[in-house]
């Protein structure tokens, strides 16, 4: 017992003495590229992410995020389903050039909606796998609510120039983790916004803000992102 004992206030102590080193109040910055298709005359298509995210404006690398899965797309109906695989490296705040690697697979639900004229919403519904170095493996839920409002067309075909907000929740399936450690049921949130401009039809780039806040920590991230479909 009192060896146990040792090893969870070690555990806690260095836990907590690795997030207070993260400055909660310098903005880090995420360059993110998403592309999707669909094959010809085909219910199939191809979806992913290429996301480099930093502790700081650049250099300090918080993940480097590489994403991609299948998507099908149901007769008649308007809903978008993805499996798909990701990898992820993260890194430590700060000075430590040491990383952390983790290998993901995820199911995800992709529902569009028109509210009126020109408030497009998606909702997003995701489950992963996560196989993260030197923990047990893990599930975790992930919702996400879209919404893009043009602001000088109805569209957001070429031109447009339109509000871009969303806000995503993340839920732990499991709390423990492996060698005595554990995670809370709540894993993290992240509200944002943004403004976006259509280069055209089926190109976007988009500048914002997201505020992301776990149990341990709250930090705000600038955002410049470009949406394609190929």
């Given amino acids: 017992m009192p060896k146990q004992f040792y090893l969870l206030i070690s555990t806690l102590f260095f836990t907590t003495l690795s997030f207070s080193q993260i ?5 880090g910055a995420w360059y993110m590229y998403f592309w999707n298709t669909t094959f010809k005359e085909s219910n199939f298509g191809l979806q992913g992410d290429v996301q480099y995210r930093n502790w700081n404006l650049g250099g300090d690398l918080e993940q480097l995020l590489l ?22 490296t993260t890194g430590d705040y700060g000075d430590s050039n040491e990383t952390v690697g983790e290998s993901r697979i995820y199911q995800e639900a992709l529902l569009p909606q028109l509210v009126g004229s020109r408030f497009y919403l ?3 519904f995701r489950y ?7 923990q047990d493996m ?6 996400n609510l879209f919404l893009n409002v043009p602001l000088n067309q109805p569209t957001l075909s070429k031109n447009a120039v339109y509000v871009a907000l969303y806000n995503e929740l993340f ?5 423990n983790i492996g060698s005595g450690n554990s995670v809370e049921l709540f894993d993290r949130n992240r509200f944002y916004a943004a403004l976006g401009y259509s280069l055209k039809d089926n190109l976007r780039l988009q500048l914002g803000y997201m505020e992301q806040t776990t149990n341990s920590w ?7 992102s470009l949406h394609h479909t190929l």
Avoid: C, M
């Avoid at 893990?138 to 919702?143: A, D, I, S, W």
């Avoid at 709250?218 to 410049?224: H, P």
């Fill in 23 to 27: 400055n909660e109040d310098k903005t």
């Fill in 67 to 88: 994403r991609g899965g299948l998507t099908y797309s149901p007769e008649n109906a308007n809903i978008k389903f993805t499996l798909g695989y990701a990898h992820i």
């Fill in 122 to 124: 998606t909702h997003r």
């Fill in 128 to 134: 992963e796998q996560r196989w993260v170095e030197e």
């Fill in 138 to 143: 893990r599930t975790r839920f992930r919702y």
């Fill in 171 to 175: 839920i732990n399936g499991e709390r």
């Fill in 218 to 224: 709250s930090k705000g991230q600038i955002q410049l």
